[in-house]
C-alpha cells in the first residue's frame, strides 16, 4: 500500500505562484511514475503534470505548458509541483497519484493510488 499526501496549497493572486509537494509513504514510489490531476468543481478530473520514475521525461497538459512543472526527489519519496502565472481557472483541488509502472500515463485509470487532495484557489 502507498499513501499520498499532498501539501502546500492554498489562495494567491492571479499571475501568482505555488509549489504543492505529494509525500509518499508506506512504500517507496522511486520505481513509478507520478502524476498530479485535478477537479474544478462541477468539472470532471483533468490531467496536469507526469513524470517518469527517474525523472527523465515528463508530460502536461496544453493549458499547464510552459507554466507549471513537475519534479521528484526519490530519496524523499516526494513529487512537487511548481506552479507560476497562475490563472483563475487553475482553480481546482489538485491530486497526486501513482502507478505500478515506470511509465507516465495521462489517464487517471492506469493509477493506481491517489492522494486526498489539496485545494489550490487563485483568485482574479
Known amino acids: 500500500q502507498v499513501q499520498l499526501v499532498e501539501s502546500g496549497g492554498g489562495l494567491v493572486q492571479a499571475g501568482g505562484s505555488l509549489r504543492l509537494a505529494c509525500a509518499a509513504a508506506?512504500?517507496?514510489?522511486?520505481?513509478?511514475?507520478m502524476a498530479w490531476f485535478r477537479q474544478a468543481p462541477g468539472k470532471d478530473r483533468e490531467f496536469v503534470a507526469a513524470i517518469t520514475w527517474n525523472g527523465n521525461n515528463s508530460k502536461y497538459a496544453d493549458s499547464v505548458k510552459g507554466r507549471f512543472t513537475i519534479s521528484r526527489d526519490n530519496a524523499k519519496n516526494t513529487v512537487y509541483l511548481q506552479m507560476n502565472s497562475l490563472k483563475p481557472e487553475d482553480t481546482a483541488v489538485y491530486t497526486c497519484?501513482?502507478?505500478?509502472?515506470?511509465?507516465?500515463?495521462?489517464?487517471?485509470?492506469?493509477?493506481?493510488?491517489w492522494g486526498q487532495g489539496a485545494q489550490v484557489t487563485v483568485s482574479s
Open positions: 508506506g512504500r517507496t514510489v522511486m520505481y513509478y511514475a
Open positions: 497519484a501513482t502507478r505500478l509502472s515506470g511509465s507516465t500515463s495521462p489517464h487517471a485509470y492506469d493509477y493506481d493510488y
